[in-house]
């Protein structure tokens, strides 16, 4: 099994920034890609950011120059930096994590999701 645990949601203003993370625990063998999605009210889940085992990265066009995705391989962590924050980026954020676990069998885990809210 493995589990994600999510963390750094909450309220800000317009304007601000927020960090999340994801860690990962379990019977991991190895991870390949990390990402973030977030849902709006009424909206469907969509991508966010997505990093490879390579350190690659892909955004969704309304986040690029704003938005940062990294990892931390020694962790099995994701963090999303988030700059410049607008109302519109009001949504649940879940984090989905690739790779394969113990006994070599390939996991593919979304985590429970948290609530970032920009106020205007």
């Known amino acids: 099994q493995v589990q994600l645990v999510e963390s750094g949601g909450g309220l800000v203003q317009a304007g601000g920034s927020l960090r999340l993370s994801c860690v990962a625990s379990?019977?991991?063998?190895?991870?390949?890609?990390m990402a973030w999605y977030r849902q709006a009210p009424g909206s469907q889940r969509e991508m966010v950011a997505v990093?490879?085992?390579?350190?690659?990265?892909n955004y969704a066009d309304s986040v690029k120059g704003r938005f940062t995705i990294s990892r931390d391989n020694a962790e099995n962590t994701v963090y999303l930096q988030m700059n410049s924050l607008k109302p519109e980026d009001t949504a649940v954020y879940y984090c989905?994590?690739?790779?394969?676990?113990?006994?070599?069998?390939?996991?593919?885990?979304w985590g429970q999701g948290t609530l970032v809210n920009i106020s205007s």
């Open positions: 990093i490879t085992s390579g350190s690659s990265t």
């Open positions: 989905n994590v690739l790779g394969r676990r113990w006994p070599n069998r390939y996991f593919d885990v």
């Open positions: 379990g019977s991991i063998l190895s991870i390949n890609a």
